[in-house]
């Protein structure tokens, strides 16, 4: 029969009494510990990646902006550009039209002047002609001249004369 | 016959009237007027060039070179 010593029951129930004792003291607050360290680690986690997910979006909303503000500049831009033709073409409108004016002006002066110096030149000439004429004729005339003059030139106004009063005479009558 | 009732006709020319001029003159006043009724005057203008101006009364008879001369010109101008 085997005989179990007494010493060994005792030492068994030693070790349960420390399994135990070991289990309710050290073991279970390092699992606890554990257990509250892998929960803040995924916390962490949790939190890192929502603020990852936050800053992808706020990185989505920026590039949203960022391509809106781009739109909105070439926008601008093409106005601006559009704006910028409209007043180029404005300016040379305005610039071509005071051009004909001060042209048209400019024509209408040089016409009177022209017109002006034409009118003196015209006149000149007509004294000219009539002076070398008067000249020439006062060269020509002599005595026999001067009476067929007379004679042409009286006998003319006498008949003219004549008729005249022969037309108040008939009234008369 | 009365010098008085007399009018005064003034011949003007370019030249010292010759006899036979005169009596052109006369001869065609004669046929608008009592030539014996009139005194002649007599005046000399170099710028008439040519032929005669009469003043006769209120009548002005300009039978001038000048004269047709400047109504030439007016029509020019």
């Known amino acids: ?173 | 016959m009365d010098s008085s009732n007399k009018e005064i006709v003034k011949f003007i020319t370019p030249f010292p009237m010759t006899e036979l001029q005169k009596n052109i003159v006369k001869n065609k006043l004669s046929r608008i007027g009592n030539i014996d009724q009139m005194i002649f005057q007599e005046e000399v203008d170099t710028s008439l060039i040519g032929g005669i101006i009469i003043i006769f009364g209120e009548m002005l008879i300009d039978c001038s070179l000048r004269t047709q001369l400047d109504k030439i010109k007016e029509g020019m101008i």
């Open chain 1, 1 to 173: 029969m085997i005989s179990i010593d007494r010493s060994i029951i005792f030492q068994i129930i030693n070790f349960l009494v420390l399994v135990a004792l070991l289990f309710r003291f050290l073991f279970k607050p390092v699992v606890q510990a554990l257990d509250k360290r892998s929960n803040h680690i995924r916390e962490e986690m949790e939190k890192i990646e929502k603020e990852k997910k936050a800053a992808e979006e706020m990185r989505l909303k920026y590039e949203e902006e960022s391509k809106n503000i781009q739109i909105k500049f070439q926008e601008m831009q093409e106005l601006a550009n559009q704006e910028a033709v409209r007043i180029k073409s404005k300016i040379i409108d305005e610039a071509y039209q005071e051009s004909e004016k001060i042209k048209q002006t400019a024509e209408e002066k040089a016409r009177i002047e022209i017109d002006k110096l034409y009118s003196e030149l015209k006149l000149d000439i007509i004294d000219i002609s009539t002076e070398m004429a008067a000249k020439l004729l006062h060269e020509r005339i002599d005595i026999s001249k001067q009476d067929q003059l007379i004679e042409q030139l009286l006998e003319e106004a006498i008949g003219k004369i004549e008729i005249k009063s022969d037309v108040q005479y008939g009234q008369q009558q």
